[in-house]
């Protein structure tokens, strides 16, 4: 981050971009970050005080997620603010996504070398832009200096006792995701200079799809009481699957060459690498799904009504681990998906 005139005081920081419910709300409409603010009539009480009060709707379930992000681990050093902001809230979504849930509040701890104005308009639009497509109200948080790190934890609610968890396979169901596969991968290959496209159209999709990836929200609360099971794709299919499996006791097989995978991600890999990031990058918060067979073209119109595409990849057995087939031949998939300790 380069600096800027006047820095930021932690409180001015807090009042400026977050305390208002969207950022920049005191500013002139069109201005960078000026917006309208977003305010929930189930918080009592937001941001300025020790804690939040949050009044949760009869009947339902609190689902809670937290997700940490940091520079140069889970974002190439230098990247777009407004990325990093839409990034670190989309991760969370993502797994409120995964639970059928509807998502209303979140918490922001930030920490930052310095309190920089262009950066921090950068961030807080991408954040609140996010937050307020799903309905989402920053309500506290904490801000520090220090090597650039976001962690940011997500509150929503579901009817009780309908959440999705990874535990509720059958053997017989189909196992399905939404979406394409290993787009983000190829993102962020292409922008860390590992890879390279000749088709610049197709490579500015897969960047898009990196830097500002979509949770499936929408489907997520669509699918409860259709879908058995679901997980949200952050670790790649390769690392996720096995721990969807081992939830409902059961082992899993996968037809490789059912893997979607987009245009822009043909156009600029080969097949073979395609099918690596598919498995293994990870970054591309989509989400693993058990359906039984006969709820699957229910599921299918679901996702239609979306726009989003829903592809069965294999299945779900008795027994225990992983098995991967392409053209009804065995397949060695990679051995493990992203992890941060490896």
Same mark, same amino acid.
């Given at each position: 981050?380069?600096?800027?005139?006047?820095? #930021? @005081?932690?409180?001015?920081?807090?009042?400026?971009?977050? !305390? *208002?419910?969207?950022?920049?709300? *005191?500013?002139?409409?069109? &201005?960078?970050?000026?917006?309208?603010?977003?305010? /929930? &009539?189930?918080?009592?009480?937001?941001?300025?005080?020790?804690?939040?009060?949050?009044?949760?709707?009869?009947?339902? +379930?609190?689902?809670?997620?937290?997700?940490?992000?940091?520079?140069?681990?889970?974002?190439?050093?230098?990247?777009?603010?407004?990325?990093?902001?839409?990034?670190?809230?989309?991760?969370?979504?993502?797994?409120?996504?995964?639970?059928?849930?509807?998502?209303?509040?979140?918490?922001?701890?930030?920490?930052?070398?310095?309190?920089?104005?262009?950066?921090?308009?950068?961030?807080?639009?991408?954040?609140?832009?996010?937050?307020?497509?799903?309905?989402?109200?920053?309500?506290? @948080? +904490?801000?520090?200096?220090?090597?650039?790190?976001?962690?940011?934890?997500? #509150?929503?609610?579901?009817?009780?006792?309908?959440?999705?968890?990874?535990?509720?396979?059958?053997?017989? +169901?189909?196992?399905?995701?939404?979406?394409?596969?290993?787009?983000? @991968?190829?993102?962020?290959?292409?922008?860390?200079?590992?890879?390279?496209?000749?088709?610049?159209?197709?490579?500015?999709?897969?960047?898009?799809?990196?830097?500002?990836?979509?949770?499936?929200?929408?489907?997520?609360?669509?699918? /409860?009481?259709?879908?058995?099971?679901?997980?949200?794709?952050?670790?790649?299919?390769?690392?996720?699957?096995?721990?969807?499996? /081992?939830?409902?006791?059961?082992?899993?097989?996968?037809?490789?060459?059912?893997?979607?995978?987009?245009?822009?991600?043909?156009?600029?890999?080969?097949?073979?690498? !395609?099918?690596?990031?598919?498995?293994?990058? @990870?970054?591309?918060?989509?989400?693993?799904?058990?359906?039984? !067979?006969?709820?699957?073209?229910?599921?299918?119109?679901?996702?239609?009504?979306?726009?989003?595409?829903?592809?069965?990849?294999? +299945?779900?057995?008795?027994?225990?681990?992983?098995?991967?087939?392409?053209?009804?031949?065995?397949?060695?998939?990679? !051995?493990?998906?992203?992890?941060?300790?490896?």
């Amino acid at each position: 981050m380069q600096g800027d005139q006047e820095p #930021l @005081g932690e409180f001015d920081l807090i009042d400026r971009y977050f !305390a *208002s419910g969207r950022p920049g709300a *005191s500013g002139a409409p069109g &201005t960078p970050g000026a917006q309208v603010a977003n305010r /929930r &009539t189930d918080v009592i009480l937001g941001i300025g005080d020790d804690a939040a009060l949050l009044r949760c709707l009869e009947g339902s +379930d609190l689902v809670a997620a937290v997700d940490t992000l940091v520079a140069g681990r889970h974002f190439p050093e230098g990247s777009a603010p407004r990325s990093i902001g839409h990034r670190s809230l989309a991760v969370n979504l993502s797994d409120l996504a995964a639970m059928g849930a509807t998502p209303a509040w979140a918490t922001l701890a930030l920490t930052l070398p310095s309190a920089e104005r262009s950066w921090l308009e950068g961030f807080s639009a991408g954040f609140m832009e996010l937050a307020a497509a799903h309905g989402v109200e920053l309500v506290g @948080g +904490d801000t520090t200096a220090g090597p650039l790190t976001i962690s940011v934890q997500i #509150l929503g609610q579901v009817e009780r006792g309908s959440a999705l968890r990874r535990g509720g396979a059958q053997p017989g +169901d189909v196992l399905a995701v939404t979406g394409t596969l290993g787009d983000a @991968g190829a993102g962020l290959a292409l922008v860390t200079g590992q890879a390279t496209a000749e088709d610049r159209v197709a490579a500015a999709e897969l960047i898009e799809r990196f830097e500002y990836p979509m949770p499936r929200v929408q489907f997520g609360s669509s699918a /409860r009481g259709i879908a058995s099971a679901a997980m949200d794709l952050s670790d790649g299919l390769a690392g996720d699957l096995p721990k969807f499996a /081992r939830a409902s006791g059961l082992a899993a097989h996968v037809d490789v060459g059912r893997l979607p995978l987009s245009g822009a991600l043909r156009s600029s890999a080969t097949v073979a690498q !395609a099918r690596e990031w598919a498995l293994a990058a @990870g970054d591309d918060y989509e989400l693993l799904v058990a359906v039984p !067979a006969q709820r699957f073209d229910e599921l299918a119109a679901v996702a239609s009504r979306l726009n989003l595409t829903f592809t069965a990849i294999g +299945d779900l057995r008795r027994g225990t681990g992983i098995t991967w087939a392409l053209d009804g031949q065995p397949f060695a998939a990679p !051995a493990r998906g992203y992890d941060h300790f490896r």
